[in-house]
């Protein structure tokens, strides 16, 4: 504190602009309680087929007694995996120093606490008895994978929502006096979660000690979110699942879910938010490279996971496969695999395609491409089980999804887009007081050896 | 149950008491076991029976598990009927001493699925419900084609055991795997795990769900069914309580099923009652089990199907289709 004119050893005019700028997001006008009703109302829409599903049961979606997993699940997986990208982001680029990921940490953050907090939830829509809920807990036992994932997941939300609030204090501190016509409560919140945050040294010191921890942390338990999630299938004995490079499959997966999710969400705050100057050209470019490099290796994984049995065509694995292949499922499999995986990487490669816009076609693309591919992962080893499925009805041998799963399935996205709104909206997005230490992006941009 | 109690003289509350704390004690005692004792309950001395049907006594005598000799008012007898809470610990502990063992001779299956209808009648289940189906079978073309009974195969190292998260489902002491349908929370991991697709799920209300409403939940007949919990194949361990054969068993026509005890290396054929020596109908048959490579450990064995003393061809020819 050696200047009034200081705040952390930095320019209180610096700190000002930088302010000034990321807080016009915060506020809430019409158009933001508009989308926040048309939310709701959606969710409610949806709630009503999920009391549907209450009253008649799991009849009401298009699972039966052979595929018995289907979208449920599969979304579960997709939603737990998208969560990966804030462990990507903040911990494993921001450990090994990538200065440029310092606007766009938030973003990641957000989508971590969202889709991890959802992905809790999505999880009960597929159990038979949700009043049952607390018998996980009460009578849990340690060898059943799915106690592992309860743990993990629940532990990876609450490092997630401490890795994105705990570095917003002095922001919150900053922002506290910045915000005039804005509603009194939001002030009043911003004044008790910034914990009397004066930008003291030994504060600074202690906070920064804090989130490295959290950022070491995050690491080992996002790994074994999306890997517990990955044995939830390769524990059992049947083709297609039965694979020892579940766990890595499935986390080289995630980032490609987690990145495009991330690139959608930067596009999206960039030209709503009117935050050209923070999120510019070069992050795109620099994200787009990132995006690539997750998906060689997710395609190096998606090579060993189908070449291999495929070299060997073992009995059930050739039935599985060849469903895939040339089968029931070979639309959808080669869609994921070639446009949602494969075309993609081959554009990546050109610098025109790396621009905000494109990279925003080929990230909608792959997210809708990695939900589908959690379908085709999920789905098909279920219908070709080691004994043939005979004496039932048609509708017991082939997995069709209903109107109403798909209802239910959509109110999970619905709560995604509620929980980021609201921490978008309510919260600086941009990191204030990191973003104003970076100085100008562009000339760090520049700094870099590309 | 409860409204008898009140009725009874102080003795008989006290007999209940004596007989539900210490049953295991007397059975070793007296040594007597079968029918009598079998529903694990009430031990009515041998000689009450006698005396009743002799001349009709205002008051009976009972002996006690710990060997007291008590006298009850005849009409006031009732046969010991265990409460849910009862039926929660026997089913969970199993049958002591016993080993189950079932042997199925696919040589001898024509596809008559009466084992299917006995079951569903017993388990209150929809015709495409199955506890056990009977699959029409061919390895390869050259290969003979077969029909095969397929129950739950009661797996040593059962798969959908391992990953249930609440214990709702279990391998009991005396071999058969069970669901208590008041544990299960519906995930149905076991089914995903389960290599012989043994188990079904109750999408909807049940069949019988209006009518079995409010009976005592028996974990060893899984009735009530529920909706959105896991229902299969139980071995009949409430006939087995009784022993009585499973209802698959007795059904069959056609001599299929042997069952029986491991321990005793015996097993009766539940169609002609006969009963045989274990390992001998194995080892002169070859007998084998399904899909031994995946480690489960099935207690479900079967003889190959061969020497059939029918015509195959004409009996599949039968079959219109297997979808329903």
């Not at chain 1, 006096?177 to 919140?189: D, F, G, S």
């Not at chain 1, 004066?198 to 804090?210: F, W, Y």
């Not at chain 2, 391998?171 to 069970?178: A, E, F, S």
Request: aromatic share 12%; proline share 6%.
């Amino acid at each position: 504190m050696n200047s009034q004119n200081k705040i952390g050893g930095l320019e209180k005019d610096r700190i000002e602009t930088v302010a000034s700028d990321i807080l016009r997001t915060v506020r809430i006008n019409r158009s933001f309680i508009i989308w926040i009703m048309v939310l709701f109302v959606a969710l409610a829409l949806c709630l009503f087929a999920y009391a549907i599903q209450l009253r008649k049961g799991l009849i009401v979606a298009g699972i039966r007694d052979f595929t018995s997993w289907g979208m449920y699940i599969s979304n579960f997986v997709f939603f737990v995996a998208t969560s990966l990208v804030g462990m990507l982001i903040s911990c494993v680029m921001g450990l090994i120093g990538f200065k440029w990921i310092t606007p766009v940490t938030r973003i990641a953050e957000i989508i971590a606490v969202a889709f991890a907090a959802v992905a809790g939830l999505v999880i009960i829509s597929d159990m038979g008895r949700p009043d049952r809920l607390p018998y996980v807990f009460l009578y849990g036992r340690v060898q059943s994978p799915i106690l592992w994932d309860v743990t993990v997941v629940t532990t990876y939300f609450v490092l997630s929502l401490l890795l994105w609030f705990l570095p917003m204090i002095p922001d919150l501190a900053i922002a506290k006096t910045k915000l005039p016509n804005r509603p009194a409560w939001l002030i009043k919140a911003y004044k008790i979660l910034s914990f009397k945050w004066i930008h003291h040294e030994e504060q600074t010191k202690i906070l920064g000690q804090a989130v490295k921890i959290l950022l070491l942390l995050i690491i080992p338990t996002a790994l074994a979110i999306h890997t517990v999630t990955s044995w939830l299938f390769a524990v059992n004995p049947r083709a297609g699942w039965d694979s020892t490079i579940f766990g890595p499959y499935f986390v080289s997966g995630a980032f490609v879910a987690g990145t495009s999710a991330l690139i959608i969400a930067m596009y999206f705050f960039r030209s709503n938010y009117r935050l050209q100057q923070y999120i510019t050209d070069f992050h795109f470019e620099r994200i787009a490279r990132l995006l690539f490099l997750v998906s060689v290796v997710y395609l190096y994984f998606n090579l060993n996971e189908f070449l291999v049995p495929a070299y060997k065509m073992k009995k059930f694995d050739a039935i599985h496969l060849h469903e895939l292949f040339s089968g029931n499922h070979a639309l959808v499999f080669w869609g994921t695999q070639i446009l949602g995986l494969a075309l993609p990487i081959i554009l990546l490669i050109f610098r025109k395609i790396r621009k905000p816009t494109p990279l925003l076609v080929i990230a909608v693309i792959m997210f809708v491409a990695s939900w589908i591919k959690r379908i085709i992962i999920v789905v098909p080893p279920q219908g070709h089980p080691y004994l043939p499925v005979q004496y039932v009805p048609v509708e017991w041998m082939v997995y069709k999804p209903t109107l109403i799963e798909s209802a239910v399935t959509l109110a999970s996205f619905i709560l995604v887009l509620i929980i980021v709104t609201l921490l978008s909206k309510l919260f600086p997005v941009i990191p204030i007081l990191e973003t104003a230490r970076e100085g100008n992006i562009n000339e760090i941009g520049k700094d870099e050896k590309p | 149950m409860g409204e008898k109690k009140k009725k009874i003289k102080p003795e008989e509350t006290t007999v209940q008491k004596i007989i539900e704390s210490s049953r295991r004690d007397f059975l070793k005692k007296a040594g007597i076991s079968g029918a009598a004792v079998v529903s694990g309950a009430a031990a009515v001395f041998a000689g009450y029976r006698h005396e009743k049907a002799k001349n009709k006594e205002k008051y009976v005598k009972v002996l006690t598990t710990d060997n007291r000799l008590l006298e009850v008012p005849a009409d006031q007898l009732d046969g010991y009927k265990p409460g849910v809470k009862e039926l929660q610990k026997r089913g969970r502990e199993g049958i002591k001493g016993k080993k189950w063992i079932w042997v199925i001779d696919l040589s001898k299956c024509r596809n008559a699925r009466k084992c299917i209808e006995a079951c569903q009648n017993a388990h209150h289940l929809r015709p495409y419900e199955y506890h056990i189906n009977t699959l029409v079978m061919q390895e390869s073309v050259n290969t003979p084609a077969y029909f095969m009974p397929k129950p739950c195969q009661h797996c040593d190292n059962p798969p959908c055991v391992s990953v249930c998260p609440v214990d709702a489902t279990f391998k009991r002491q005396d071999g058969p795997v069970l669901i208590d349908n008041e544990r299960c929370i519906g995930c149905r991991f076991c089914m995903a795990a389960c290599p012989y697709s043994a188990r079904m799920f109750h999408w909807e209300d049940p069949r019988d769900a209006e009518s079995d409403k409010g009976k005592e939940y028996n974990v060893e007949l899984n009735i009530p069914q529920k909706k959105g919990t896991i229902s299969k194949c139980l071995m009949s361990c409430d006939r087995l309580r009784e022993n009585k054969l499973p209802y698959c068993v007795s059904a069959c026509p056609n001599g299929v099923y042997y069952f029986g005890d491991e321990n005793e290396d015996a097993v009766t054929n539940g169609t002609t009652k006969e009963t045989v020596k274990l390992s001998e109908l194995l080892e002169k048959n070859g007998g084998y089990r399904l899909m031994p490579e995946l480690g489960t450990e099935p207690r479900i064995y079967y003889l190959p199907p061969k020497n059939r003393l029918f015509d195959f061809k004409k009996e599949r020819s039968e079959i219109k289709d297997f979808i329903i």
